[in-house]
């Protein structure tokens, strides 16, 4: 199971974001991506984010409505803290890391005690390889596997030749500045 950082949902849902092509590669392969709470209140706050979103933020309805379109329409789960994480937090607390990366550190830990596999644009990541418990928090960038998965930032041609945002099953959205209920295209 993939957990997505909060980079790949939000390039994934704004089509106007420069890895959004990027990210919609990553869903056509994506291994039954989930969310944990921290990501999708991140995700909800750059919704509502007047300069996250270009001057056009949702209201906090809309980007409530975003989140559980994305949760029933999809099926992505939101998974609950698994047992170990915060020993595996506190090793690295101990080890220390730059106080931007309370977060980064979070998702991280939260991977390895719950075995998932950790996917996101964000190269600070690769930080917690070498104090992963088990090893291999960091796998080959861009490469299927267990660990981190870089998405490669690649150029992005152009979105309109490479069909729907792809990964609503039932149905799709994508946020385009506002919400886009039901649409299909980016």
Known sequence: MDLPD???????????HPFHAQARGYWRGAEEPALCRVTALGLVRLL????????KPLSLGEAWNVYRALREMSGVPLLEEPSGLE???GEWVASGFPPRLWTDAYLAA??????????????????FHAASSPPGLVGPPG???????LVPSLPLG????RGPPGPW?????????????GSQGA
């Open 110 to 127: 939260f991977a390895v005690a719950g075995g998932y596999r950790l996917v996101t644009f964000d190269g600070d990541f690769h930080r």
């Open 143 to 149: 490469l299927p596997g267990e660990g981190l998965t």
């Open 48 to 55: 509502t984010n007047p300069k996250a979103m270009d001057g």
């Open 169 to 181: 099953p039932r149905g799709g959205f994508c946020v385009g500045g506002r919400l886009a209920r």
């Open 6 to 16: 909060l980079n790949v949902w939000f390039a994934l849902l704004v089509p106007e």
């Open 87 to 89: 020993d595996v937090l």
């Open 158 to 161: 152009s979105l309109r030749d």
